[in-house]
């Protein structure tokens, strides 16, 4: 979905930005379910009184702008509109059926690991859980040149497979020993020795293929 850039902040301010049709809709379905049901002691009860307040209080909560919130609030809110539904089963279909499901019963997977947080996006369509582990570090990007910066990877799996993958993130973790925390900050109380396992004991249970 195209949604007209207004941010007076952005580079590209006045330009068509794509944002994801099934997030668009359902930001106004959940947010007003999220306020209704759950928030006390405040007035804002829908997406509307966010867009309201924010109006009111321009000089301080419009920096940004608020375009996701006015796309957003031009849906119905009931997730029925058919621009809607055919976004969302296009998703599940490329996803799901001909996504992680198709590959990972090709290959007979445990799991799927991704650079970066690709597979997130992936396994959020599908409906599905990932889990994002510390990789290492890498520097660079557009082709300048930058200071050292974490990059992670992804474990992607099925339905209610959320155990396997916090053992492979954990072993990964364990195995790997990416993590490299802030120089300013202290160690966690405790932190040494968390681990009994070796790094070789580890790498075996990242073992994907059945």
């Given amino acids: 979905m195209a949604i007209l850039n207004r941010n007076p902040e952005s580079l590209t301010r006045h330009e068509p930005v794509r944002r994801p049709i099934v997030f668009v809709y359902e930001l106004k379905h959940d947010l007003d379910a999220y306020l209704r049901d759950w928030l006390d002691g405040t007035p ?11 109006e009111a209080h321009a000089d301080r909560a419009l920096r940004f702008g608020q375009d996701i919130f006015l796309a957003a609030h031009a849906t119905r809110g009931d997730l029925r509109e058919p621009e809607y539904r055919a976004a969302r089963a296009m998703d599940l279909r490329t996803s799901r059926t001909l996504g992680l499901d198709a590959y990972m019963d090709r290959h007979r997977l445990d799991a799927v690991l991704f650079p970066g947080a690709t597979g997130a996006a992936i396994a959020a369509k599908a409906g599905y859980p990932s889990v994002q582990v510390p990789a290492g570090f890498i520097a660079g990007i557009g082709g300048r040149e930058t200071p050292e910066y974490p990059f992670g990877v992804t474990f992607a799996g099925r339905a209610w497979s959320e155990p396997t993958l916090l053992r492979l993130a954990y072993a990964f973790e364990q195995a790997s020993h990416a993590r490299r925390p802030p120089p300013s900050l202290p160690e966690l109380d ?21």
Wanted: negative net charge; proline residues 3%; charged residues 25%.
């Fill in 190 to 210: 405790g932190a040494e020795g968390l681990s009994q396992s070796s790094p070789e004991e580890e790498i075996r249970r990242l073992t994907l293929i059945n």
């Fill in 44 to 54: 804002i009860r829908s997406l509307a009184d966010i867009v309201a307040f924010n």
